[in-house]
């Protein structure tokens, strides 16, 4: 059974990175099959996708959040990671890792961390 | 805002049918595989539905879903106290480039 967790800082300062690792076990998030993706959700609030990568290294990310995310892989720890750069309050939200499917659905997710951005 | 518009609310009678729609246009759901998902407060969402009807592991068949042109839809019977959540329904959008989700509908069993 895949398995993901995610780990990093939950208070991040306004303007500073927000940055966090998703750890993969029970198998490979890099497949022909999946992507490794992040979804966000603030406070009360739906889903929204944050971004994705494939195994051929390619990424895509959210067009609202482009300018602003990068997301990374170390397929050697089986973790992937985002990193999302001048935060404000407005990008507090609980930020979810999960295995995505190439014909666009979601499988298995981690637990979620919460992320704060405040002073 | 979400290009996915769910009703923000449903409720029924425990044994009842209810059903969730997914109202969307031609760059997400009519061209584009749906998924539904459920999500308790507190915890990640749960893939109920995946490629517009398929359920995923472990999911009864009181869920179903089905799609039709730019909307789709997701029906539970024999309604159940357990099944209190938000549902969401989900696809990706090729005009945006982008994967979206649906507003959220919660459900309450009376």
Known sequence: QLQLQESGPGLVKPSETLSLTCTVSG???????????????????????VGSFYYDGNTYYSPSLKSRVTISVDTS????????????????????????????????????????VSS | QSVL????????????????????????????????????????PQLLIYENNK?????????????????????ITGLQTGDEAIYYCGTWDYSLNAHVFGTGTKVTVL
């Not at chain 1, 198998?27 to 996708?49: A, C, D, F, H, T």
């Not at chain 1, 935060?87 to 890792?97: P, R």
């Not at chain 2, 359920?55 to 029906?75: E, H, N, Q, V, Y």
């Open chain 1, 27 to 49: 198998g490979s998030i890099s497949s022909s099959n999946y992507y490794g993706s992040w979804v966000r959700q603030p406070p009360g609030k739906g889903l929204e996708w």
């Open chain 2, 5 to 44: 518009t769910q009703p923000p609310s449903i409720s029924a009678a425990p044994g009842q049918k209810v059903t969730i729609s997914c109202s969307g246009s031609s760059s997400n759901i009519e061209s584009m595989y749906l998924s539904w998902y459920r999500q308790v407060p507190g915890s990640a």
């Open chain 2, 55 to 75: 359920r995923f592991s472990g999911i009864p068949d009181r869920f179903s879903g089905s799609k039709s042109g730019t909307s789709a839809t997701l029906g």
């Open chain 1, 77 to 116: 720890k089986n973790q992937f990671s985002v990193k999302l750069n001048s935060v404000t309050a407005a990008d507090t939200a609980v930020y979810y890792c999960t295995r995505h499917h190439t014909n666009s659905w979601f499988d298995y997710w981690g637990q979620g961390t919460l992320v704060t």
